[in-house]
């Protein structure tokens, strides 16, 4: 439709205000990013007849049915990826005067991959694609900004995937430690320990497990309070980490029960580790205040080593099993896969 001011309507924009064509607005192809150093008079004629319209505070300029170019010329417009593509978080974008949006849906002739609305009172210039094509075959200047710019964008867009990547990767290990005792927990254990057991079948080299229990946990809970059960752990966990070598791992298991991780190391050796950490546990100062009575803190460790053939879960019953057997025993003791 053409109004009275003989500026052609865009279809799809039956209610936006249009100001002028290009031609007869202040602006100049060298303060546009895509034209900057092109060759102006002929940018500038091929632009002569676009609109350039009026768009107030939170006025969505963009047709969801039809792939155009949209340019700032004077405030600023904020562009919303659809997230029903799969290819976008929903992540909002600001464009400032002289930049523009919709390169990518003209290039790809699909609309309503994003939406465009204004964040403040903004003039901006409208471009139908086939013109965009028109100007990138008759223009070197404007086909190597656009070169340029769609370049630059992916090379942020991936920068922003690395950092997602590298955030995401951050929560996954957060989510992989125990929030009250710095350990690692059940989910890491479930993820990493089959890797472990695999890597030493393969490799032939050993491979033992302690599991441990707080000796009468409730009972000091009961006596003590959960706040000062809460503190017991955390100086179990204490205990575990500071004996331990950097190839080692400890995990809270679940409740008061923790485990001890030992790569390429045999049962005998695994035992003295155990031992150790039992006497350790044994000397464990768990409350700082010394006007708080001192509790006697111990702990029971059963001790397993893998076997040919065994796999994780096996690996861990029988280290169960040795730890039962050492409560069976008396508590603050070691045991040992199939020895009393």
């Known amino acids: 439709m053409m109004l009275r001011t003989g500026i052609a309507r865009p279809p799809g924009l039956d209610n936006v205000k249009l100001l002028s064509t290009f031609a007869a607005s202040p602006y100049r192809t060298a303060d546009i990013d895509l034209f900057r150093d092109a060759e102006e008079a002929k940018v500038a004629a091929l632009l002569a007849a676009c609109p350039v319209m009026l768009a107030v505070a ?24 659809d997230t029903r593509t799969g290819l976008s978080d929903g992540s909002v974008s600001k464009v400032l005067p002289g930049e523009s949006v919709g390169e990518q849906s003209v ?25 965009v ?80 229990d707080i000796d009468h946990f409730k009972r000091f809970n009961d006596t003590h309070g959960h706040l000062q059960g809460d503190q017991a752990l955390r100086m179990a966990a204490h205990v575990l980490s500071g004996a331990l070598r950097p190839s080692d791992f400890a995990v809270r298991y679940g409740g008061e029960e923790m485990m001890v991780l030992l790569p390429e190391t045999a049962e005998t050796v695994a035992s003295g580790v155990a031992q150790r950490l039992c006497e350790r546990m044994r000397q464990a100062v768990v409350f700082e205040d010394m006007r708080l009575p001192l509790p006697h803190m111990t702990a029971s460790f059963g001790v397993a080593s893998l076997r040919p053939e065994q796999d994780e879960r096996a690996l861990i019953a ?21 020895k009393a």
Request: hydrophobic content about 45%; proline content about 2%; aromatic content about 4%.
């Open 58 to 81: 939170g006025e969505t300029v963009s047709d969801p049915q039809r792939a155009r170019l949209h340019i700032v010329l004077r405030g600023a417009l904020s562009v919303a990826s």
């Open 107 to 131: 290039l790809d002739d699909q609309a309503g991959l994003q939406t465009v609305t204004a964040l403040v009172e903004s003039e901006v210039l409208l471009v139908e694609a086939e013109l």
């Open 133 to 212: 094509w028109r100007l990138i075959d008759e223009s070197n200047g404007v086909a190597r900004n656009l070169l340029r710019l769609l370049s630059f964008r992916i090379r942020a867009a991936n920068a922003q995937l690395r950092r997602r990547q590298k955030l995401g990767e951050f929560y996954r290990q957060l989510s992989m430690v125990d929030g009250l005792t710095g350990l690692q927990n059940r989910a890491w254990l479930n993820d990493v320990l089959p890797s472990l057991v695999t890597a030493a079948h393969e490799s032939q080299r050993p491979f033992s497990l302690i599991m441990i």
């Open 318 to 338: 029988a280290a169960d099993a040795a730890l039962y057997r050492a409560k069976e025993g008396g508590r603050d003791r070691v045991a040992l896969d199939g």
